[in-house]
């Protein structure tokens, strides 16, 4: 709005105020920035995108301007700021009034700094996590067995799932995965999938494709699963903070709402993994399956080698060869994304009962063995709307070790920025190949990992941080 | 910037992303916002009113626009989160960073809400204090005593400031006052003394005028005292978190850093103002005293009654008639206004050893009486660039009782924001004058305030609001 606006001046609204813009029946609550000078003529509104398309409104329409109403669920917010906790009816106020985008980045970072000043014990956890769940859509399966599969903290390459749900559906479980797009990430699920089939299905086609195939692949924008924790987690971003009850109701409530009856969760344990020592792991993991069993949700925890990328791709069609190099069998496939994969789908199958204990890996690694993961896998995705072949980048180039030694540490973190940096997710083909593995000799100017780029301009880039960080993969002599 | 930017895409820039703006010599944090379409061509950046002032930059000029570098004293701010308590040296880095304009409102939020959760304890607020001083500038008066006065949260129309001015320089003492312009209050001391003077002060006019005159009544804005309390302010009001820790640093540190060695406060008590109760009073003014006694500032904390406005006049012109009424000694100028600036003009007289203990309340009545506090009044407006009128409104209209009986409540906060509504600040003559105190009996149609404004859009306004809260002056039969 003008600085001059009527408006504002009436109702004393502020740069960065809070407002209620009103247009029909529809309504908005936005952030008001306001302008000098003849951009916007006087007694006129302008919207974000966002904002024109909340409010389904065009040029010239009318629209009201004003405060918008008290926010009550901040008392229990301010209750909790100092030292009380909260009941279930208090965290579904909350919920709502997030979900409703009536809570700003500021109102959003005192509650989640008060949730981890005093940890949520587990009644607090077990009441978010329900009024995350009840906040947005909850799918229904009509099986008893729904199985499902998580990954705690993003590891570089680590793509089990692909394979995973191919194993377990050709076995005869029910699991209809939705997965999300890379937020700070090289690759998401999602985008992996969309190198190799369609994954923008709507719910009609996503349910039509799980009753021929017993499961899929999609991506999980057509389904408002636990809507809250996307908010959630773009302001734990912000602040770094990321606290294990929020953790918890976070992973849970996207299972509970997606209507899962069981739940493999993989856990990544290494120095620049999210979980950093096994204790943490197993602490993380009592929990998750104590919590998960309050709504009836059988949980098994797996903690995993997170020391390193999981497979040789880093980037959405790079991860997309690998896994259609472990369902094909293929010479030279990845030997440790195969473990990961057979090991989740293996606890998949035992609590799915379709295995006994202990037969679980073994079963899994026969369906792979035998084709029959790799069979499945074409068929989901042909009822998606087709395989794809993925993309292969047009540049590429070797990061060389400095000297020969051994290869002693990689950081995850690091590694996925340069895969960022080269390109992905967004350009398909770009990412990373791992050329060595952790223990590995090599020799100077060995080829440590193959930069892929679409563009010369975005290899340049990736390099230019490259031979800023040395500590990429640390070679000692 | 554009969505299509190849900056946002290489640098994984998404929206409400930190971005470091630099130009030449100069950089700035700012918050990303995207736009579709050729509002801005491929490449440009467009900017705030602030970002443009601040980076000294013209249309066509050069910017780089990058990540911001690591916030590392946010890694203080999560270590408080969980439950650790922090030294100067961590205070220092986060005010330091948030007076240098790297913390987000997100950042803000949690650094406050922490520092809540866990309230500060001595050590830590006079580490914050400390930190908040040393951020900003700092006066010297070189005289041995420097008084200085502040109230604990509006009171609706109390402007006792000019008035202990006016008394405690007549009397010998240096008072180098200086005052905000109302943030969300009806009218600041700043904007009620502009209706009276200049107070648009320079450094060096405000040297000036002290040496002539012992003191003056000028607004803050040349000085950058304590900027960080601003910032925690807006952020502290949109939580409507208080704490008292933080409270004591804003107090403090705006005193320290002006040069004071010796404050009186004023702790309004009321069921709508900021303390509540005499014990909440007494225990806030101890923790002041004994913080301001670390910093070798003699603080004097004295109760009062917040129960219901101060004076007649609450809006910018109608507190400068008010202060002129006392000051002159006109008949019908508020008995509870003149009382108020006595008791804190006497304790400033008796800590600055003006007068002895028990006789400073006499000291300043007799000034008022006698002339000599309106005559240096006079003195100082005149130093500051001349005395004027205050404006008068060209509407006015009564809000009336609904019923006969007696005043038996007032809400501050409701008549505050009536006062606003009416267009105070900005509009200087408008506001309200209250014809009622509690206790008095009045008969069904009597005027209870009149609302002043300077546009009849306004009065109605004014109007709209006033007629739907029935508890504004509430009256029992």
Redesign the interface.
């Known amino acids: 709005m003008r600085t001059d606006c009527?408006v504002c001046?009436?109702e004393?609204l502020a740069p960065?105020a809070q407002v209620l813009i009103t247009a029909g029946e529809r309504r908005v609550q936005a952030t008001l920035?306001q302008i000098?000078g003849n951009l916007l003529a006087p007694g006129e509104v302008g919207l974000?995108?966002a904002g024109w398309k909340l409010l389904g409104v065009e040029e010239g329409d009318q629209a009201h301007v004003s405060h918008p109403p008290n926010l009550e669920s901040?008392s229990s917010v301010?209750r909790?700021?100092?030292?009380n906790r909260l009941d279930g009816v208090s965290f579904e106020a909350i919920v709502n009034d997030v979900v409703g985008g009536r809570y700003?980045?500021?109102?959003?970072?005192?509650f989640?700094?008060?949730s981890?000043?005093?940890p949520l014990d587990e009644d607090e956890t077990i009441h978010l996590t329900r009024a995350m769940v009840a906040a947005g859509d909850r799918l229904d399966w009509k099986a008893p067995i729904v199985v499902d599969k998580h990954s705690i903290g993003g590891l570089p390459g680590n793509r089990t799932t692909p394979i995973v749900v191919a194993i377990v559906t050709a076995l005869g479980l029910v699991m209809p995965k939705t997965s999300s797009r890379a937020i700070t990430s090289p690759a998401g699920t999602a985008d992996t999938m969309e190198t190799l089939t369609a994954v923008d299905l709507d719910l009609a086609t996503l349910r039509h494709v799980v009753e021929a195939e017993g499961g899929c692949l999609a991506w999980g924008g057509a389904v408002r699963l636990s809507p809250a924790d996307d908010i959630f987690i773009r302001?734990e971003r912000?602040?770094?903070?990321d606290t294990e009850g929020q953790l918890i109701a976070s992973v849970l409530s996207k299972k509970i709402a997606a209507g899962s009856t069981h739940v493999v969760i993989d856990v990544p344990v290494g120095a620049t993994a999210k979980v950093r020592t096994d204790e943490a792991g197993r602490s993380l993991g009592e929990r998750l399956v104590k919590v998960a069993a309050k709504f009836g949700l059988t949980a098994v925890c797996l903690q995993s080698d997170g020391a390193q990328p999981v497979g040789r791709g880093v980037g959405p069609a790079l991860e997309a060869h690998d896994v259609l190099a472990v369902l094909q069998g293929a010479p030279g496939a990845p030997s440790d994304l195969r473990h990961s994969a057979c090991t989740l789908a293996g606890a998949a199958l035992e609590i799915g009962k379709i295995a006994k204990p202990g037969e679980g890996y073994a079963a899994a690694n026969a369906a792979l063995e035998d084709g029959r993961a790799w069979q499945k896998f074409q068929r989901i995705c042909m009822a998606q709307g087709g395989l794809r072949v993925p993309p292969k980048a047009a540049h590429m180039r070797p990061l060389r070790a400095s000297r020969a030694g051994r290869v002693v540490h990689m950081n995850n973190r690091k590694i996925s920025r340069l895969a960022?940096?080269a390109?992905a997710p967004?350009a398909k083909a770009a990412g990373l190949r791992m050329e060595v593995r952790l223990g590995d000799e090599v020799f100077a100017g060995q080829p440590l990992l193959m930069v892929h780029a679409e563009t010369l301009?975005?290899l340049a880039?990736a390099f230019d941080y490259a031979e800023q960080s040395v500590d990429i993969i640390q070679v000692e002599s």
Request: aromatic share 8%; glycine share 10%.
């Open positions: 009527h001046r009436a004393g960065r920035f000098e974000s995108e901040m301010r909790r700021i100092y030292g700003t980045d500021v109102h959003l970072a005192a989640l700094t008060a981890s000043a005093m302001i912000v602040l770094d903070v960022k940096l390109g967004d301009g975005e880039y």
